[in-house]
C-alpha cells in the first residue's frame, strides 16, 4: 500500500511528457568471480519495495495520466541452482502494487519506442553524483547512454524530487525505522552485559553484530564504529582493532537496518563499568546538549536551529568546566553537525530548497565532545521524530544516564 503511495505521490511532481527510468543496479565487480554485496539503488526501492538486481522501474506521464512498468529479470532454472530463488512476476507485483510487470529483456526495445516516437520529451533518471572523482554508478552510466543515443530527449534528475518525498516519513517507514532502533538496543544491551578491559574493539563489535542479526536485522546501517580511547575522538574511526583499556570510555556508533530502514545510535561507555570523574563530567555535557536538542526540535526549526541550541549548551559546560573561556572556541572540542536525517539512506536525501522540518521527518540527535589531550571522545546520539508539535525520541528506551550505565554494566561485572 505504502510504497503505491510513494509512487502516486511523485506523479504530481513530474513534467508532462516525460519518462521516468530508474535501475535497481548490477552487482559491481572486484576480481575474478567475485562482486560486491549487491546494494539496490534506494530510489527503486522507494518507490518499488524491489532490492533485487537487474530490475527497471518504467514511468510515463502523458496528458496528466501517468503508468507505471516494472522490468524483471525471468526466472532460469540454472541461474536458481547457483544463486537462489528469484522475484517472480505475482510476487513482484504484489510488492510494489505495480500490475505491468514485464521481462528486462523487454527494456530497450520498450524504451526505444517511448523514446525515439515523439510522445515524450525528457527522461528522468538518477543522475547524483555524490563527489566528483566517483566512477558513475549504473543508473548515471545508463542516463549518459541515453542522452548520447536520443540527444534530443532533455536528461531530469529525479533526486531533488524523490529527496522532497522522502524527507517526511509514513507510518510503516516510522514503523521500520522504530524496528531498526528496537534491534540496535538488543544490540548495545548485549555489549553492555559482556563489555570488560582486555576485550579488542572488533570483539565489541562482533558482539552487536551477532546480537542484531540474531534478532532478524538485515545487518548494521553502515560499518560499526567501535572506538575505545583515543580512537572514540575519531569521527569516523572504523578499523576496530584495538584494545579496550582499563579506564578507557568506548564509543560505538552504529545501527541496525530493518525492512531497509536504518537505525543510527552513538552510546559512550566506560568500559570498565564505571565512569572517572572527569569523564563523567564531560559525558554530563553531552547529556544536557542532547536533551535540549530534543525539547527543542519541532517542525519550522532547520537542523541549523538544532545545531546552535547544541554548540550553546556544550560551549555553556566547557566555560563552567574551565576548559575553554569564550563560546567560540567550542570547535576546538566539537566539530560536526548535531543532525541529519535519517530512512532508508544512513544520512538521508534531503531537500536543499527547503531545511525546514516537518512532522514525519526523523533526525538524529548528537552531540559530542572530543577531547584528544584527555583521550576522551563522547558522542549520545539518538533518532528523533518531528511531530505535530514537537517530537518523539524513537530511542528514548536505550539508557544514556552515567548512572544508569553503570547500574546496567553493575550487574554483570
Ligand atoms: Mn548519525
Request: aromatic letters at 8%.
Amino acid at each position: 500500500m505504502s510504497i503505491t503511495a510513494h509512487r502516486e505521490k511523485l506523479f504530481p511532481l513530474l513534467a508532462d511528457n516525460s519518462i521516468t527510468i530508474l535501475y535497481s543496479g548490477i552487482p559491481v565487480h572486484v576480481s575474478q568471480d567475485e562482486y560486491y554485496p549487491f546494494r539496490c539503488n534506494r530510489q527503486f526501492f522507494y518507490y518499488t519495495g524491489l532490492t533485487r538486481e537487474n530490475m527497471a522501474l518504467v514511468m510515463l506521464k502523458r496528458d496528466g495520466k501517468c503508468t507505471a512498468t516494472l522490468y524483471i529479470p525471468e526466472a532460469d532454472p540454472h541461474a536458481i541452482r547457483w544463486m537462489g530463488k528469484m522475484v517472480m512476476p505475482d510476487e513482484a507485483k504484489e510488492i510494489s502494487g505495480i500490475q505491468s510487470v514485464r521481462y528486462i529483456q523487454n527494456l530497450e526495445r520498450d524504451l526505444h519506442f517511448h523514446l525515439s516516437s515523439g510522445l515524450v520529451d525528457s527522461a528522468y533518471f538518477d543522475t547524483d553524483r555524490h563527489s566528483p572523482e566517483d566512477m558513475p554508478d549504473y543508473n548515471l552510466t545508463k542516463a549518459m547512454d541515453i542522452a548520447g543515443r536520443y540527444p534530443a530527449i532533455r536528461i531530469l534528475n529525479l533526486h531533488p524530487l524523490t529527496a522532497k518525498l522522502r524527507k517526511c516519513k509514513d507510518e510503516e517507514e516510522v514503523a521500520a525505522i522504530q524496528k531498526a532502533i528496537d534491534a540496535t538496543k538488543s544490540g548495545l544491551d548485549a555489549v553492555m552485559e559482556t563489555l570488560r578491559p582486555g576485550m579488542y574493539e572488533y570483539q565489541v563489535q562482533a558482539i552487536f553484530e551477532a546480537k542484531i542479526f540474531s534478532e532478524g536485522a538485515e545487518g548494521p546501517s553502515f560499518p560499526t564504529i567501535a572506538g575505545a580511547g583515543i580512537n572514540g575522538t575519531m569521527l569516523h574511526y572504523g578499523t576496530n582493532r584495538e584494545l579496550c583499556n582499563d579506564g578507557d570510555l568506548i564509543l560505538l556508533d552504529l545501527g541496525a537496518k530493518v525492512d531497509g530502514y536504518c537505525a543510527d545510535i552513538t552510546r559512550t561507555y566506560p568500559v570498565n563499568g564505571k565512569f572517572t570523574d572527569r569523564q563523567r563530567q564531560y559525558y554530563e555535557i553531552a547529556l544536557a546538549a542532547n536533551r535540549a536538542v530534543a525539547k527543542a526540535a519541532k517542525p519550522g526549526m532547520t537542523t541549523r536551529d538544532l545545531n546552535d541550541i547544541c554548540k550553546n549548551v556544550l560551549a555553556e559546560g566547557l566555560i563552567k568546566m574551565g576548559k575553554i573561556e569564550t563560546p567560540e572556541e567550542v570547535g576546538k572540542y566539537y566539530m560536526h553537525g548535531v543532525s541529519h536525517h535519517l530512512g532508508i539512506d544512513v544520512h538521508d536525501i534531503t531537500d536543499a530548497s527547503d531545511y525546514a522540518l516537518l512532522p514525519g521527518c526523523v533526525i538524529t540527535d548528537e552531540p559530542g565532545l572530543y577531547i584528544d589531550e584527555e583521550a576522551i571522545g563522547i558522542r549520545i546520539e539518538d533518532d528523533l521524530l518531528i511531530t505535530e508539535e514537537g517530537c518523539i525520541c524513537l530511542s528514548e528506551d536505550i539508557i544514556r544516564t552515567p548512572d544508569d550505565i553503570e547500574a546496567f554494566m553493575a550487574k554483570t561485572l
